[in-house]
């Protein structure tokens, strides 16, 4: 019995040793800069602004790119690490930022403008047009057979003709001065 008992606490113990290795080398397991690097080239520098952790220089940025290594061998995920920075920082570290609230806003404010605006302006160009039409409709056909045509003044003068007048008027100053 008692040698069953020693091999009982000996797989006891070689099995909590073995373990006990396994939790350290997972702990110790190397992350590569560029496993790094593609964490941090998402965050922005919280002291530097514009500036990627990626690639700025600062110590604290160092120190930052550190504590994301250790939470990649901690086997945390990308969004997990991204969820921290911007819980410790806001969402102005995030190259991307969630689109919710107030930065919701910000993304459907300016497409609302250009559609508002688009529509405007297609309004103030048909308006434009229906001016130009109904003026080149009264100079075309002048009401002149009506008795109230001559006390409504003189009948709308055609483009060609505020023309043919100019040019004539032109000339005439021209000749004078020979």
């Not at 060609?160 to 100019?166: G, I, L």
């Amino acid at each position: 019995m008692k040698d069953g008992l020693r091999f009982t606490i000996f797989g006891l113990l070689l099995t909590l040793l073995l373990l006990a290795v396994g939790v350290v080398a997972a702990q110790t397991e190397e992350v590569s800069d560029d496993e790094v690097n593609a964490v941090a080239k998402d965050v922005f520098c919280p002291v530097c602004e514009s500036t990627p952790l990626d690639v700025c220089p600062t110590q604290a940025c160092a120190d930052w790119r550190e504590l994301i290594r250790v939470q990649l061998a901690e086997g945390k995920t990308r969004a997990e690490i991204h969820e921290y920075f911007a819980r410790q920082y806001g969402d102005g570290v995030l190259a991307d930022p969630p689109k919710q609230g107030f930065g919701l806003i910000l993304w459907v404010l300016p497409v609302l403008g250009v559609v508002v605006g688009g529509v405007l302006f297609v309004r103030y160009v048909r308006h434009l047009r229906r001016e130009g039409e109904m003026a080149t409709a009264t100079a075309v056909t002048p009401s002149t057979s009506s008795p109230m045509s001559a006390i409504a003044g003189p009948t709308p003068v055609t483009p060609v003709e505020a023309s043919n007048d100019y040019i004539a008027r032109v000339e005439e100053e021209l000749l004078a001065k020979k």
